[in-house]
């Protein structure tokens, strides 16, 4: 049920296998399971339970139980956000573990992982923590006969499903509202990417949370994922992943009418304006596109540039591209780029590349593999110019290390442009007419914009998108209504 692993940076840590159901690892009911792949060396880490069905039901009853059990119900929001903080706390301890973990599963930066993941999952446990006891309903004042107030209530038994992009922060942008609220929860882990979670569940048993509230599953999305949509006792989805998936799970939730929540795909804009800082919107743009090797939902991957700017922004662009965007060993200090987290997603890129050469984009760098000692998902970062918004690589989500680079004459065609997608998650400009952004800002279709840098989110700042890019929010306090019900209490003074 668990295996003994050393990373390259020599840090040994004991791996769960199993599914942590009740606050135990069981294994899957028909032993099966799949392996997680090391991106860099494209050998198997090691393999671990894949839930069926079956499985999926074991832990919805466990959590349907814990829901009901004043073990859980009867904490006070005090006591809930005190095993909150006492688990950020034991992260933190954790943090270069973890950290170890995401960098071997995921192939990104270990600096990163350590630097801005890891502390990520603190902040957002601490910070839903300090709500559980500070949000509460309202008195209504409707005349002296009558007495009305709200309660807000837990929504019951949460089915969350992640994405590999970011193993432990989508977890924890999900698990922190949905436990200061009181629910309960089974999280479905992504297939490709499930041992940072799996080791961050022995943290929830040592932190003292009753068995049954949190239960973190590994398994495939059409049979773990579907199963837990489809439930009858699951009373609510929140999903992030890609935006076909979304649109399955709006489908299939639509049986049992769950409250439903999605972070879904994106193909942000960003604007550089002619009267922009070009050193600053060169560095912002640079990180908005290839920080976590492009896969980033709200990753900036279309950048619209003014004609009059345009040449001498591109290479200054191109030259950062150049001095940051250093591949390796995502364990080394100097690597700011590792691999694609898989196989199918390095080919996936290498296919948009494809397309973008043969539609006629001009590739001014990249457009290759660029393996390490001859193995690993490594793609050179690859900029094209002068993209046609009827282009594939314009229109489409690549979720690689790859930009498209589009020049503008007016503010208008750049509005225009920005909103040329079925997408709407986020959006950056630069300017420094602070009449123009702000108009500008306001234009976007999107759920977030940032002005003068991109990318920039913060746990206290509502994360999400419009159109076909989700439907809620995330973070910040907005984060929490997507987790409680408000009940209505009329009463009548006069009996
Ligand atoms: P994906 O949709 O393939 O998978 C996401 C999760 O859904 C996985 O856990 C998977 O097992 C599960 N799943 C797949 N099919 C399912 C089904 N039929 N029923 C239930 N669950 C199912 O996405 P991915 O390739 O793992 O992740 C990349 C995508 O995630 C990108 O499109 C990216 O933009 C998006 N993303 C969005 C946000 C956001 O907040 N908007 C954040 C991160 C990633």
Redesign the pocket.
Known sequence: MEVELTAPNGKKWTQPLGLFINNEFVKSNNDSKIVSINPVTEEEICSVFAATPDDVDLAVNAARNAFKDPSWKSLSGTERGALMSKLADLVAENAETLATIECLDNGKPYATALSENVPEVVNVLRYYAGYADKNFGQVIDVGPAKFAYTVKEPLGVCGQ??????PLD?AAWKLGPALCCGNTVVL?????TPLSMLYLAKLIKEAGFPPGVVNVIN????E???A??QHPKVDKIA????????K??MK?AAGTMKNITL????KSPLIVFEDADMELAATWSHGGIMSNQG????ATSRILIHEAIYDSFVERFKAKVQEISVIGDPFEKSTFQGPQVTKA?YERVLGFIKAGKEEGATLMLGGEPAPQQGKGFFIAPTVFANVKPTMKIFQE?I?GPCVALVSFKTEEEAVELANDSAYG?GAALFTKDLVRAHRVAREIEAGMVWINSSNDSDFRIP???VKQ??IGR?LGEAGLSAYYNIKSIHVNMAA
């Open positions: 499903i992640i994405p590999w992009n970011y989508m479905k882990l992504a297939e490709q398994g495939y999305g059409r773990a994922g579907a837990l949509v999903f992030t992943g890609s935006t076909t998936t979304g399955e799970i299939m972070e879904t795909g994106g896969q980033i939902c709200t997603q989500e979720f998650l994360f999400g998108g890019s989700g995330e």
